[in-house]
């Protein structure tokens, strides 16, 4: 049974590999139902793959093969907070190596263009905190790509 509130993903015709790929790459994710159309549509013939039912990290989700008419953008992102290094570089390394792109300050795109930040923890905490602790956390943010944890953690302790 679809969630009273469920995100909307619309893919070229991708969604049934997106959403294999993020079940197999974060924890409490899963794919459910996949429909596929049962006549021909402005992106794509009776028989394939439709709509696809999935969750990341819990939240759940339907993709839409919808064709080319729309694409991604920044203005929607996942935000995936990690604990450690460790972890920050496996979600990471798993979006950026099956295709993806790199970008600034903790963000990247998977290979379908979906907008994800690798956030650790320390980070949201540092920014939380306010005062001159954000402002170097943010400051040291400002120059990476993937977050490095111990860069956050000596920003944040006033090393420079």
């Not at 197999?24 to 794919?31: A, G, I, L, N, Q």
């Amino acid at each position: 049974m679809i969630k009273k509130n469920t995100l909307c993903l619309w893919y070229d015709d991708g969604a049934e590999e997106a959403a294999n790929f993020y079940a197999k790459t974060f924890p409490d994710s899963t794919v459910g139902a996949v429909h596929r159309a049962p006549s021909d549509f402005p992106g794509g013939k009776a028989g394939t793959v439709l709509t696809v039912e999935f969750t990341v990290c819990g939240v759940p989700c339907i993709g839409l093969n919808g064709g080319p008419t729309f694409k991604h953008s920044e203005a929607f992102s996942f935000q995936i907070a990690t604990d450690d290094q460790a972890e920050t570089d496996r979600y990471w390394n798993a979006i950026v190596g099956n295709g993806g792109v790199q970008s600034q300050c903790g963000w990247c795109k998977d290979k379908w263009g979906l907008s994800w930040q690798i956030t650790p923890r320390v980070l949201t905490t540092a920014m939380a905190q306010g005062g001159e602790v954000a402002k170097r956390a943010f400051d040291v943010m400002m120059g990476m790509k993937k977050i490095d944890v111990a860069k956050i953690e000596a920003a944040v302790r006033g090393a420079s």
